[in-house]
């Protein structure tokens, strides 16, 4: 299946720094949706986006829903130690309905 | 909150036995997922179901069984495990029609001998 491209791959981060992720799609998408998982455990969704340019935020973080519906954006403001994991975004293509396709996730660590 | 549920998080297998993976939603979804999760792979549909009954094969099927009996329950189910089937299994839920939304379980970490 499609796979969406992210980047960057990892990042190593001083606690405190601003930390920015993007995805990108040869596709037209519906939803763009980010997770965060831990290491052994499932993704927890972080934010949903339905409408292109939308700009949503929960908490220190903020994604946007990309103008051309093929990118979307993560942005994460004064990163602390417990943001470390990875991080992946995800889709649903127009007019497909059931499926979703994923990013290949960016690892984050965060120096204290 | 929707709640996805594993019934194992961690399991330990030989090769050949038979392994069945419970997943359980809360949230009335029509749309069950199972994908598997290695490294550098990210994460690969195996099956997905639109409805009680009803399954539909995704990227990887072969090796894999699904059972859909209950709206709520999606099973997974390998027939003969083998070593290359040792990963990281999710399960996950979304409404059809619904805003888009996907959620995933704790996962099951499966290890075969």
């Known amino acids: 299946g499609q796979q969406l491209n992210q980047s960057p791959q990892s990042m190593f981060i001083q606690e405190g720094e601003d930390v920015s992720m993007n995805c990108t799609s040869s596709?037209?998408?519906?939803?763009w949706l980010w997770y965060k998982q831990d290491p052994g455990e499932g993704p927890v969704l972080l934010i949903a986006l339905y409408k292109a340019g939308e700009l949503t935020s929960n908490g220190r973080l903020t994604a946007q829903f990309g103008i051309t519906r093929k990118d979307s954006f993560l942005n994460i403001s004064a990163s602390i130690p417990s943001d470390v994991g990875i991080y992946f975004c995800a889709g649903q293509l127009k007019n497909t309905g059931n499926q979703f396709y994923f990013g290949t996730g960016t690892s984050l660590t965060v120096i204290p | 909150d929707v709640k996805v549920t594993q019934s194992s998080r961690y399991l330990v297998k030989r090769t050949g036995e038979k392994v069945f993976l419970e997943c359980v939603q809360d949230m009335d979804h029509e749309n069950m997922f199972w994908y598997r999760q290695d490294p550098g792979l990210g994460l690969r549909l195996i099956y997905f179901s639109y409805d009680v009954k009803m399954k539909e094969k995704g990227d990887i099927p072969e090796g894999y069984s699904v059972s859909r009996e209950k709206k709520e329950r999606f099973s997974l189910i390998l027939e003969s495990a083998s070593t290359n089937q040792t990963s990281m299994y999710l399960c996950?839920?979304?409404?059809?029609?619904?805003?888009?939304?996907?959620?995933f379980g704790e996962g099951s970490r499966l290890t075969v001998l």
């Open positions: 596709s037209i998408f519906n939803t």
């Open positions: 996950a839920s979304s409404l059809v029609g619904g805003p888009g939304e996907l959620f």
